[in-house]
């Protein structure tokens, strides 16, 4: 009898489409609301040009004088759930064979930012970082009760999420983000703003900074918002205060506006030329496909709402890499990234066995070992075409599909020359624990200072 009046209420209560309480959100757009017992530069609305006009060239200076050669390096990690276990194995990868870039500005969205600040202290925390994508700790993400599944706006509990950033979210992480960061050093996180429908980016090295216990709080709040994937993790409500007046501001996935963040929007679209970025390098790290095979669907909640995520987020990727490339080009840098190909076979963003992520962090991992991560512009639209048209092939004649190859087709020699496609064997399967005992074990490694030139 009880169980039948439990149900009645929440049908009720859905019905009357009722919602948790919470109070108002900030009435300014670009006001000065900060968290509760934080100043207000600790995070600013990409869209803000006036903020951003205030901070660029003191935040350049500062990061400039970080790097040994005056050159600034920029990280940018993407969104895509599960498939951050390729990012993870990417970096770790990188590390193996020497060749991990010293990262003067990090940027992570949605999973992104979960691998962020792992990536912005180095090859000496590859341990942790291999032991958050393993799979082992991701795979119990997915939890509901039915009950709350009704009153909640997600499908899924945010405990889980929650519990796990929080295990990685340690004083020590914390500690080791501040003394980079007053390096000069920045670490950038974004979230969405769904009261405000803007991408906040936050400085996790101004929130590290202060070190105490409400700073690891609000630097795991950050994280677990920046990847609450919208109707399926609900949004995280952080307290800021404005005007003597404490607000409610209701988070999600940074994804949700920007599937990376390489420069800021207002950046992207103004006409101002920073003449501190010249002889950069922009490294984008994108969590997923840029392209994808066809494949049917099936009819369930959660598989609809993967997928339409995931073409929600590549076609904002492939736009979003087309501004990025512009931006650099007018600036003087030079744009690397890398993808899933189209030929590696479609996983879900929300797909978080241990199998599926052992393999994605395998395949990020040996691709990384072999020279063969970062692509270009061109590679990627010339590897594209011939991906099509091998499709088309393959497809009509019903062979069986060759394992994929890399990112890059072939890794430069020690010549400079490429090497022959054939030459270079395809990313083997990988244990991640094994590679979580590795990376305890092996020396850290120095970053080389300079990497391929593409012309």
């Known amino acids: ?28 757009l670009f006001g000065s609301a900060s968290p509760a017992g934080f100043p207000s530069d600790v995070r600013y609305y990409a869209a803000d040009w006036h903020a951003l006009d205030t901070r660029v060239s003191s935040a350049l200076q500062r990061v400039r004088s970080a790097s040994p050669d005056g050159r600034i390096n920029v990280l940018a990690l993407s969104g895509g759930g599960a ?101 000069g050093r920045l670490l950038e996180v974004a979230t969405t703003d769904v009261d405000k429908e803007e991408t906040v980016i936050w400085d996790m090295g101004a929130i590290a900074s202060r070190g105490d216990q409400s700073a690891r709080e609000l ?42 963040i390489a420069a800021p929007e207002s950046l ?3 006409s101002l030329r920073l003449a501190d970025l010249r002889g950069g390098r922009i490294f984008i790290l994108v969590n997923g496909q840029l392209a994808s ?20 987020l590549r076609h904002m990727s492939r736009m979003q890499l087309a501004s990025t490339a512009e931006f650099a080009q007018a600036h ?51 590897r594209a075409d011939d991906g099509i048209s091998r499709w088309h092939l393959e497809h009509a004649s019903a062979r069986e599909r060759a394992q994929p190859a890399c990112p890059l087709d072939a890794a430069p020699s020690s010549g400079g020359q490429l090497r022959a496609r054939q030459d270079a064997a395809p990313p083997a399967q990988v244990d991640p624990a094994v590679e979580m005992d590795r990376a305890r074990k092996a020396p850290r490694l120095v970053p080389l200072q300079a990497m391929r030139s593409v012309p």
């Open 219 to 260: 630097f795991r709040d950050v994280l677990v918002a920046s990847a609450s994937v919208p109707g399926v993790f609900p949004p995280v409500l952080l307290h800021v205060r404005e005007g003597g007046v404490t607000h409610d501001e209701m988070h999600v996935d940074g994804a949700t506006a920007a599937p990376f």
């Open 83 to 183: 498939v951050g276990a390729f990012g993870a194995g990417a970096l770790i990868g990188l590390s193996h064979r020497g060749e991990r870039p010293n990262f003067q500005i990090v940027t992570g969205v949605s999973t992104g930012a979960l691998i962020a600040p792992f990536a912005f202290l180095g090859s000496g925390w590859d341990a942790q970082l291999a032991d958050a994508f393993s799979g082992e700790r991701a795979r119990s993400l997915l939890h509901h009760h039915w009950l709350r599944r009704l009153l909640s706006p997600g499908t899924y509990e945010a405990t889980p999420l929650t519990e796990l950033v929080d295990h990685y979210v340690t004083f020590k992480l914390l500690h080791a983000v501040a003394r980079e960061s007053a390096r």
């Open 293 to 312: 095979e066809p494949s049917t669907t099936p009819f369930r909640t959660i598989s609809v709402l993967s997928r339409s995520f995931a073409t929600a």
């Open 268 to 270: 992207l679209i103004s």
């Open 332 to 382: 003087g840098m030079q744009l690397e990234f890398t993808a899933l190909p189209m030929d590696y076979p479609q996983v879900s963003a929300l797909d978080f066995s241990r199998a599926t992520m052992g393999s994605l962090f395998g395949y990020g991992l040996r691709c990384a070992e072999q020279g063969r991560l970062w692509t270009t512009v061109d590679e990627a639209l010339s």
């Open 1 to 28: 009898m009880l169980s039948r009046s439990l149900i009645i209420a929440a049908c009720l209560c859905l019905l009357s489409a009722c919602a948790l309480p919470r109070r108002t959100a900030s009435p300014s």
